[in-house]
């Protein structure tokens, strides 16, 4: 559960579709419109706001604007983040970022992807102009953002953790790297876990954790859940508020 009289949005990976951010900020200010709860809203966005989607930066000034006004919100980290941010010092790691969405952030920022993708004389290049394009704001946005957060009977991360370790030792590479590991295991972890980072064609909840990646750069579905009392229930663009059913396990 979480705190009496509290409401609890999570939104899982966006990954570049400002499109659909759009949506279901549209749903979420609406069912907040609805109230019967205490206080403001709570907004924990789960990470990798960018790559694969060519609205990236849009993305980041959505989040950085009025729409969040109502919200006490919190932004976690993504791997996908800390691979941008790597790559503003470190150029070398540009082929491997492309491969996974680099590129498409690139673009959003008006910065040409490298045409040939092994020449390290090109990726200095990019990387120095996504340097000296980067808002200020979004830079900032990047080098604060939260690793998790812990609310009532909730830990939000970005990817997962690793069973055996207590919550308070993971490591950072687990927070946004870990899967198998993770999802496969049944040991209780101490909280029910909420991420995103592993794409689903429909979220999940079990007793252990919570996954609300439903691929929306490619799926068109990007998901929210809301938490209230004891309960949870998922919010989907183009799709209305349904309980979330409990696997086994």
């Known amino acids: 559960r979480i705190p009496p009289g509290r409401r609890v949005y999570a939104v899982g990976d966006v990954h570049g579709r400002a499109d659909l951010l759009l949506k279901l900020m549209e749903e979420l200010h609406a069912d907040v419109a609805k109230g019967g709860f205490e206080g403001r809203p709570i907004l924990v ?15 980041i000034d959505i989040l950085l604007g009025e729409l969040m006004s109502p919200f006490e919100t919190y932004f976690l980290k993504g791997n996908h983040e800390a691979a941008m941010l790597q790559f503003l010092t470190d150029p070398t790691i540009g082929p491997r970022w492309a491969e996974f969405g680099g590129a498409e952030t690139l673009v959003s920022y008006g910065v040409r992807p490298p045409r040939q993708r092994t020449s390290s004389e090109q990726w200095e290049r990019a990387s120095e102009e996504l340097n000296a394009v980067l808002p200020a704001e979004h830079v900032n946005f990047l080098n604060h953002l939260d690793l998790s957060v812990r609310i009532g009977d909730y830990v939000f991360v970005h990817a997962g953790v690793r069973p055996g370790v207590s919550l308070d030792e993971q490591t950072e590479y687990d927070l946004l790297w870990i899967r198998e590991e993770f999802l496969a295991d049944r040991r209780p972890l101490g909280a029910v876990i909420v991420h995103g980072h592993t794409p689903a064609s429909a979220p999940h909840r079990d007793s252990r954790r919570i996954g609300i990646d439903t691929g929306a750069y490619l799926s068109g579905k990007l ?27």
Do not use: C, M, N, W
């Open 45 to 59: 966005f789960l990470g990798d706001y960018i790559d694969r989607g060519f609205q990236s930066k849009d993305v």
């Open 223 to 249: 998901t929210a859940a809301r938490f209230e009392h004891e309960g949870v229930e998922f919010i989907s663009t183009g799709l209305r508020p349904e309980p979330a059913s409990v696997a086994k396990g």
